[in-house]
């Protein structure tokens, strides 16, 4: 079936994953349905701009606006000034944007360091969003699945996704894995990595895992079970898209600035709104090879560790926490309500050093994303 497909990516280094998606869709017959966004930011080599034209003239819809066409496309539909800012991971937000407004009916977000696998479907391995599942359901013990144990690791011990809270971690737990009654539709489809896993900076310092395989089972969670999802190889629904914010980074929390986390609480929340619809979130294919870009571990440790610590209380109230609204927009506005009314109430090591304040601002920023997107449904 054909949907009108994006594929949204930001990237400040050479376009060397560009090429392998390119023939993805080219082989799989998907190159009229499929415009990928790539989103430059002040660091961004030229290279990025000429490989896009490159490729536009070779029939591909790819589509890479210059900062002055980004600035002049928010102020198209009404984002403030200083809503996206620049030189941060947050210039996603300008794709995810500009793929609503183009009318995508598949939103899929990639990190310019994930590599598409030689005679892989890309996009159709995406498109099982918006289609019923009979993959293996996810029963949990505790409500948590490790998305790590789908995979084979050289570390020895499951790798823990980057955002699976610490007390979860060290917890027991019993999973099943049940055929559905009956198939359940899919908003959010989170596709895995070999080579290196998505890991936070403690596990990457002390084990240095690696990835050498999927062991072949993609798998849905249950409308109780929650793990972490980021933003590279994870696709959605158009639906569940409007509520798709990533969330602004560079708070001040705990004499630290948070980084690194906006598209785990980004992944959280629009997780919420999935559960809330009774829609499914499937984990597994496809696969794509995460050739990370040379990090220093110790300043993303820096960055995490404030994230680290607000994810271990936030995400408990927000697995318990009960909302209202029947569309996606209305739950997420109704979150939004709930995480500032919240933001109050919060006490302790992170939230007296900041933390309130972070959520009363996301809150903020969330309502900001709700008026704009309104425009688009």
Same mark, same amino acid.
């Given at each position: ?20 998606? =390119?023939? &993805? @869709? ?8 499929? /415009?990928? +966004? !790539?989103?430059?930011? %002040? ?63 598949? =939103?899929? &977000? @990639? ?8 005679? /892989?479907? +890309? !996009?159709?391995?995406? %498109? ?63 596709? =895995? ?185």
């Amino acid at each position: 079936m054909s949907r009108s497909t994006a594929i949204v990516v930001t990237t400040i280094f050479e376009p060397l994953f560009l090429d392998g998606f =390119l023939k &993805s @869709i080219e082989t799989a017959g998907h190159s009229d349905d499929v /415009t990928l +966004f !790539i989103i430059p930011d %002040h660091k961004t080599p030229a290279s990025v701009s000429a490989a896009a034209k490159a490729a536009q003239a070779n029939g591909f819809r790819v589509i890479c606006p210059s900062l002055s066409e980004q600035d002049a496309f928010l102020n198209r539909v009404g984002a403030p000034a200083d809503f996206i800012p620049d030189n941060s991971d947050n210039r996603r937000n300008v794709g995810f944007l500009m793929a609503l407004a183009a009318g995508c009916e598949v =939103l899929i &977000s @990639i990190d310019d360091d994930n590599f598409c696998l030689p005679e /892989t479907d +890309f !996009i159709g391995g995406h %498109h099982v969003v918006g289609q019923p599942s009979c993959d293996p359901f996810v029963r949990s013990s505790d409500g948590w699945f490790n998305i790590g144990s789908l995979l084979d690791t050289s570390a020895g011990p499951d790798v823990f996704a980057r955002g699976f809270p610490y007390a979860a971690q060290r917890a027991k737990r019993t999973v099943a894995f049940d055929v559905p009654a009956k198939p359940i539709p899919i908003a959010m489809n989170a596709g =895995l990595w070999l080579d290196e896993p998505d890991v936070d900076a403690i596990y990457r310092l002390c084990r240095q895992p690696k990835i050498a395989g999927f062991r072949g089972q993609s798998v849905v969670l249950g409308p109780d079970v929650w793990s972490p999802i980021n933003t590279q190889n994870t696709a959605l629904t158009r639906e569940a898209a409007l509520t798709y914010y990533y969330v602004r980074m560079g708070f001040a929390l705990l004499g630290l600035r948070i980084d690194r986390f906006g598209d785990i609480l980004s992944g959280y929340l629009t997780q919420k709104v999935i559960k809330h619809q009774g829609q499914g979130i499937r984990v597994g294919t496809p696969i794509l090879d995460h050739r990370r870009t040379p990090h220093n571990l110790f300043k993303d440790l820096y960055h995490e560790l404030a994230g680290i610590v607000l994810v271990e209380e936030l995400v408990p109230w927000l697995r318990e926490l009960r909302l209202s609204g029947t569309s996606s927009l209305d739950v997420y506005a109704a979150l939004a309500d709930a995480i500032e009314e919240k933001s109050t109430t919060f006490s302790g090591f992170v939230w007296d050093e900041g933390g309130r304040t972070f959520l009363s601002e996301t809150a903020h920023l969330m309502r900001t994303w709700i008026g704009i997107v309104r425009q688009f449904h």
